[in-house]
């Protein structure tokens, strides 16, 4: 699963946007959630509240890359906030792990810091719960992937071994995209042994011109004024 296009986080003056993802993988089951950025604007407020319930037999990829902004306009870390709760869970309601994202640009401490942005533009995160392959593998293909990229990046094993994340920095938008997809290509080939697929999305391109149809009388939709000209 994957989205259409990035999530743009609009200004407002006060409260702020929310938005809730709840994945719930069954016995067996394997599941991917691989979105494009969320990318605040200025005076932003957003607020992201993840819940993933994995079954022991199921897997789960799950990826997620926030920008520092509308970087083409130069909006580096111009959102007022962006709070991100990343809950993992057993059918049972084990809690398994928990990764908080807060990043304040009015609180103490710069959201430019070593532990979050450290003064790069995009942070991505992916993490993988499985039983397919021990979480120390996991977490070594991983590490081997992002060191491949040269790219500022962290891997390490989830709680109660039950799979592994790592966490990427970087300002270059396709350098960090490349290199999401190449973790996730090296776990997937780990775990099920076939290769990341491509990822199908709409891209911009030349708009035939539209035509006006004159139409005769009777020709006209309810409600709408006949079309008098024709091109």
Not at 46 to 69: M, S
Not at 118 to 126: E, F, S, W
Not at 162 to 169: D, K, N, P, S, T
Request: charged residues 20%.
């Amino acid at each position: 699963m994957t989205t259409q296009a990035a999530t743009k986080v609009h200004r407002m003056e006060f409260d702020h946007a929310p938005q809730a993802v709840g994945l719930t993988a069954a016995e067996g089951s394997y599941v991917e959630y691989l979105p494009d950025p969320v990318v605040p604007y200025r005076d932003a407020r957003f607020y992201q509240h993840t819940r993933v319930v994995a079954d022991p037999t199921a897997t789960v990829l799950l990826g997620e890359t926030i920008a520092a902004g509308r970087l083409a306009r130069g909006e580096r870390h111009a959102y007022r906030m962006l709070f991100a709760d990343l809950e993992i869970l057993r059918p049972d309601g084990a809690l398994l792990a928990v990764d908080t994202v807060r990043l304040d640009t009015r609180a103490p401490g710069p959201v430019t810091g070593p532990a979050v942005f450290a003064g790069h533009d995009l942070m991505a995160t992916l993490y993988a719960v499985t039983p397919l392959a021990p979480a120390a593998r996991v977490a070594d293909t991983l590490h081997e992937a992002f060191t491949a990229t040269g790219l500022s990046f962290g891997a390490s094993t989830l709680p109660e071994d039950c799979g592994a994340w790592a966490r990427i920095l970087g300002s270059d938008s396709p350098a960090v995209t490349r290199a999401m997809r190449a973790a996730w290509d090296a776990v997937r080939r780990l775990l099920i042994g076939v290769p990341a697929p491509g990822l199908r999305k709409s891209r911009p391109g030349p708009h035939p011109p539209r035509r006006r149809v004159a139409r005769g009388p009777g020709d006209e939709a309810p409600g709408v004024p006949r079309n008098r000209t024709a091109g």
